[in-house]
Antibody, heavy 120, light 108 residues
Framework: EVQLVESGGGLVQPGGSLRLSCAASGFTFSNYWMHWVRQAPGKGLVWVSR????????SYADSVKGRFTISRDNAKNTLYLQMNSLRAEDTAVYYC?????????????WGQGTLVTVSS | SYELTQPPSVSVSPGQTARITCSGDALPKKYAYWYQQKSGQAPVLVIY???KRPSGIPERFSGSSSGTTATLTISGAQVEDEADYYC???????????FGGGTKLTVL
């Protein structure tokens, strides 16, 4: 069974940092591209970042570029999101998701999410 | 940037057919995917590649696409289908991934 379990969320002051983790199990983690998607309270899903299966290629939404860094440790089956210079508008539930390919790329499994609150 | 447009809300009575639309300029060339998100839970894939249903998803869920509009249809909607539904696709180049704004389905 595919499982994705996020952790590391919490309350942080504006300008602060936080590192999110996503522990994967039930599939060969190193074969899949992984993404982070966030959802502000009462709002929709917004793509944040992606990383290739071997970690050599990354991409970011303009809203987080230069502040967030995605990485992975395939030996530990874990995905990370380092978030720096946090702003109030970064407050959201952060989901990690496995992306798969069948005619096009799309997310097929999601974690339960971890809440990040940026507030003084 | 590329956008997918959904109606904010759809309301039906139990047993009726619910239809949720998703509009985007690249949909004639790109597949649409649909996710169900119940309150406080993670999204779940209910339709992929416009009209295919993952294993475990009830047959009352179906999808179609014509021109610039993809449609999620729930035939005989149940109270337990009440949720937010999001469409997903990419722009014509395949580089930009995007979710629709979401549609709140009310079944009562």
């Amino acid at each position: 069974e595919v499982q994705l379990v996020e952790s590391g969320g919490g309350l942080v002051q504006p300008g602060g940092s936080l590192r999110l983790s996503c522990a994967a199990s039930g599939f060969t983690f190193s074969n899949y591209w992984m993404h982070w998607v966030r959802q502000a309270p009462g709002k929709g899903l917004v793509w944040v970042s992606r990383i290739s299966s071997d970690g050599s290629s990354t991409s970011y939404a303009d809203s987080v570029k230069g502040r967030f860094t995605i990485s992975r440790d395939n030996a530990k089956n874990t995905l990370y999101l380092q978030m720096n210079s946090l702003r109030a508008e970064d407050t959201a539930v952060y989901y990690c998701a496995r992306w798969t390919y069948s005619s096009s790329w799309y997310p097929d499994y999601w974690g339960q999410g971890t809440l990040v609150t940026v507030s003084s | 940037s590329y956008e997918l447009t959904q109606p904010p809300s759809v309301s039906v009575s139990p047993g009726q057919t619910a239809r949720i639309t998703c509009s985007g300029d690249a949909l004639p060339k790109k597949y649409a995917y649909w996710y169900q998100q119940k309150s406080g839970q993670a999204p779940v894939l209910v339709i992929y590649e416009d009209s295919k249903r993952p294993s475990g998803i009830p047959e009352r869920f179906s999808g179609s696409s014509s021109g610039t509009t993809a449609t999620l249809t729930i035939s005989g909607a149940q109270v337990e289908d009440e949720a937010d539904y999001y469409c997903y696709s990419t722009d014509s180049s395949g580089n930009q991934v995007v979710f629709g704004g979401g549609t709140k389905l009310t079944v009562l």
